[in-house]
């Protein structure tokens, strides 16, 4: 079974930059996509951004556009989210998670994605 580990989080001041780490115990051809979602308190876990693990192609939530950037090394197995420009709004739990999903269009909704890191916490406060 496909195993996701997130590293990066931390607490980082508004304008600060973390950049996050998913690293997957394998990506065989039945993986198709990783995705980052985020939770914050007493909130719905929302998307992120998504990549294509073979075409790179990413998407992002409206949010986070022109701020935050995906990227994946296909070697080391490892999906990173550079984060940048960090507001506040930004804080909660960012998870990472892979889809089985074989599209031409990048799914970024968590019902797409079937296997989940454990999270890790994100705090953005002066």
């Known amino acids: 079974q496909l195993q996701l580990v997130e590293s990066g989080g931390g607490l980082e001041r508004p304008g600060g930059s973390l950049r996050l780490s998913c690293a997957a115990s394998?990506?065989?051809?039945?993986?198709?996509?990783i995705g980052w979602f985020r939770q914050a308190p007493g909130k719905e876990r929302e998307g992120v951004s998504c990549?294509?693990?073979?075409?790179?192609?990413?998407r992002y939530a409206d949010a986070v556009k022109g701020r935050f950037t995906v990227s994946r090394d296909k070697a080391e197995n490892t999906v990173y989210l550079q984060m940048d420009s960090l507001k506040p709004e930004d804080t909660g739990v960012y998870y990472c998670?892979?889809?089985?999903?074989?599209?031409?269009?990048?799914?970024?909704?968590?019902?797409?994605?079937?296997?989940w890191g454990q999270g890790t916490q994100v705090t953005v406060s002066s």
């Open positions: 998670a892979a889809s089985d999903i074989s599209s031409r269009y990048v799914p970024c909704l968590s019902a797409h994605y079937v296997e």
């Open positions: 394998e990506l065989t051809v039945d993986y198709t996509h």
């Open positions: 990549i294509s693990i073979n075409s790179g192609f990413a």
